[in-house]
C-alpha cells in the first residue's frame, strides 16, 4: 500500500481555493546554482591539488569517497552557506550537491557522511599541510591567463575566538579572549587569496612576519621568476627582520609604523604648521591634511629608511600618522594611493570570515583546523570566481559573498536522472535567467 506524502497542514484558502502543499515534488534541491560553482571548481581545481598532498593509507578496493571528492563537497557546502561539517549529513543526499561533486543523483551513492569528513580533516600531518599551503600559492599563480607585472600583496591578521580547550588557544588582552590570530594574505588587486595560515592568538613577531613573507615570496618567484611583489601591511610588519628580508628579496613594501617619542619630536614642526592653518579655515569645523617624508632611523633598525607622515588637524586637534616605505614618490600620494589602499584587504577578510565562515575552527587539533581554513579559503576562490564571472559593469561584481549566494546559488531545481542524461528544471520565475546565463556561458568559455 502507497504511503500518503506529508503535507502542511491549516494553509488559509485563497480567494475560496484551498492550498494543498504536500512533500511530493520529487528530487527538488535548492542549491541549484552550485552547479556553477562546479564550473569554477573543475577550472581552478582546488580540491584535486589538496588532495594531492595527503597520503592515502586506505584500501583501493574499499574506499566509497574519494579524498578530493569530499574536500570538493565540502568547499561547496561552504559556498552554498552550509558551513557546519554536520551539514553533510543531510545534504549529502541532496541531487544538485550530488551532481556537482560528480554523483549521478539516483543511481550515484551518497556523499561522506559527517564522521567520514571528521577523519579526513583529522588525517593531515604538520608537513602534509606545508604542501597544502604551497599548492594554495600555486594555484593563486595559475589563476592568472596572463602572467602580471606587478603585483601587491596585503597581509593582517584577524581574530579567531575558541571554542574550548583546542591547540594553539592564547589569550589575548586587546581583544579580551582566546583566540586565534590567523594570518591572510591577498592579492590586492583581483581580490584573490595567497594563503591564510592558523596560528596562535598573539600579535606576530618580526622573525616570525620576516618567515612568513619569505616563504610566500620565493614560492611566487619560483613560480614567476620576474615579477615585481609590493607588500602592505599595518605596524604589526614594520620590523627590522620583515623590512631587511623584503629588501633582500628585491620587494617592494609600505608599511604602518607606530608613533614614539623621536618620531612625534620630528613630525611636532608639521604639526604646529597643520594647526595654524586649520585655524585660518573660514569653516572652523573643516579638516585640514599635509604630508611630509624624511628620513629616519630607529635603534633597531640597520639603517636610516624613508618614513612619509599624514598630519590631519580639526576642531579637536592634532593628528599624526606614519608609514615606512622604499617606494619612490611624494608623500601624499604613497599615503593616500598606496598605503590607504590596503584598507580593502579588511573586506576581504570579512568576506573569508563572514560569508565563508572561516572561524568555525572548533576542532582539538590545530592540524585540523588549518586543513578547515583551506577548506573554507577553496570556498572563497568558488565566490569569488561567481562575482568575476559576472557582467563588467553589472551591480554583480561589487556584490557581497552573501547577496551572490542569495541570488546565484540560492535558486529551487528539480533534479531528474534519465537514461541518457540528467534533466535540471529551473524556476520559471527565476528573475535573473539572462545574467546567469551570462555567467555560466562565461565560465564554459575560460575551459577546466
Same mark, same amino acid.
Not at 601587491?152 to 586587546?174: K, R, S
Not at 591572510?184 to 592568538?201: S, Y
Not at 604648521?273 to 586649520?278: C, E, F, I, N, V
Given at each position: ?9 491549516? &494553509?488559509?484558502?485563497?480567494?475560496? /481555493? ?15 546554482? *552550485? &552547479? ?83 577523519? &579526513? ?8 599541510? #606545508? ?14 591567463? $596572463?602572467?602580471?607585472?606587478?603585483? *601587491? ?27 586565534? %590570530? ?14 591564510? =595560515? ?17 616563504? *610566500?615570496? $620565493? ?6 621568476? $620576474? ?17 631587511? !628580508? ?10 604602518? &609604523? @607606530? ?19 586649520? =585655524? ?13 617624508? !624624511? ?10 629608511? /624613508? ?9 579637536? @586637534?592634532?593628528? *599624526?600618522?606614519?608609514?615606512? !616605505? ?5 608623500? /601624499?600620494? %604613497?599615503?593616500?594611493? #598606496? ?32 586543513? $578547515? ?5 577553496? #570556498?572563497?576562490? =568558488? %565566490? ?41 528544471? =529551473? ?22
Amino acid at each position: 500500500m502507497e504511503q500518503d506524502s506529508a503535507f502542511l497542514p491549516g &494553509l488559509s484558502p485563497i480567494e475560496g /481555493k484551498d492550498l494543498i502543499a504536500r512533500f511530493d515534488g520529487g528530487r527538488v534541491s535548492s542549491n541549484g546554482g *552550485v &552547479l556553477v560553482l562546479r564550473q569554477i571548481e573543475r577550472k581552478l581545481g582546488i580540491a584535486s591539488a589538496l588532495a594531492a598532498c595527503l597520503p592515502d593509507s586506505r584500501d583501493p578496493a574499499r574506499i566509497h569517497h574519494r579524498q578530493d571528492e569530499m574536500i570538493r563537497a565540502r568547499m561547496l557546502a561552504i559556498a552554498c552557506g552550509h558551513e557546519d561539517g554536520g551539514d553533510l549529513d543531510t545534504l549529502r543526499t541532496d541531487p544538485a550537491l550530488k551532481l556537482a561533486c560528480g554523483r549521478l543523483p539516483q543511481s550515484g551513492g551518497d556523499l561522506a557522511s559527517q564522521p567520514t569528513l571528521s577523519r &579526513l580533516e583529522n588525517e593531515p600531518s604538520w608537513r602534509d599541510l #606545508a604542501r597544502m599551503g604551497l599548492a594554495m600559492i600555486d594555484l593563486f599563480c595559475d589563476s592568472f591567463s $596572463r602572467l602580471p607585472d606587478r603585483i *601587491v600583496l596585503d597581509i593582517d591578521e584577524t581574530v579567531d575566538p575558541v571554542h574550548g580547550q583546542q591547540e594553539l588557544a592564547f589569550y589575548n588582552a586587546h581583544y579580551a579572549t582566546l583566540c586565534f %590570530l590567523p594570518i591572510c594574505i591577498f592579492e590586492a588587486g583581483t581580490g584573490k587569496p595567497v594563503t591564510a =595560515l592558523l596560528r596562535p592568538g598573539k600579535t606576530p613577531t618580526g622573525k616570525e612576519a620576516a618567515n612568513i613573507v619569505a616563504h *610566500v615570496t $620565493r614560492r611566487i618567484r619560483a613560480n614567476w621568476p $620576474r615579477v615585481e611583489i609590493g607588500w602592505r601591511g599595518d605596524g604589526h610588519y614594520a620590523a627590522p627582520e620583515v623590512m631587511q !628580508t623584503l629588501e633582500r628579496l628585491d620587494c617592494s613594501y609600505i608599511l604602518g &609604523l @607606530g608613533g614614539n617619542g623621536v618620531l612625534k619630536k620630528i613630525a611636532a614642526p608639521w604639526c604646529e604648521d597643520a594647526a595654524l592653518r586649520q =585655524l585660518g579655515k573660514a569653516d572652523p569645523e573643516a579638516k585640514l591634511r599635509r604630508f611630509h617624508q !624624511t628620513d629616519y632611523q630607529a635603534g633597531s633598525w640597520d639603517r636610516p629608511r /624613508k618614513i612619509v607622515a599624514r598630519v590631519e588637524a580639526g576642531p579637536m @586637534g592634532v593628528d *599624526v600618522r606614519f608609514a615606512v !616605505t622604499n617606494l619612490p614618490g611624494r608623500a /601624499k600620494h %604613497l599615503y593616500e594611493r #598606496a598605503y590607504c589602499a590596503r584598507g580593502r584587504a579588511e573586506n576581504m577578510i570579512k568576506d573569508l570570515k563572514t560569508y565563508t565562515a572561516s572561524d568555525r575552527t572548533s576542532c582539538h587539533r590545530w592540524q585540523a583546523n588549518q586543513f $578547515r581554513l583551506f577548506e573554507h579559503m577553496g #570556498a572563497y576562490w =568558488l %565566490l569569488l570566481g561567481l562575482r568575476q564571472a559576472a557582467p563588467r559593469n553589472s551591480p554583480w561584481r561589487k556584490a557581497t559573498f552573501d547577496t551572490l549566494r542569495n541570488t546565484f546559488i540560492k535558486i529551487a531545481a528539480r533534479v531528474e536522472e534519465m537514461k541518457t542524461r540528467v534533466v535540471i528544471a =529551473l524556476p520559471s520565475s527565476y528573475p535573473n535567467q539572462k545574467t546567469l546565463a551570462y555567467i555560466t556561458a562565461r565560465i564554459a568559455a575560460q575551459g577546466p
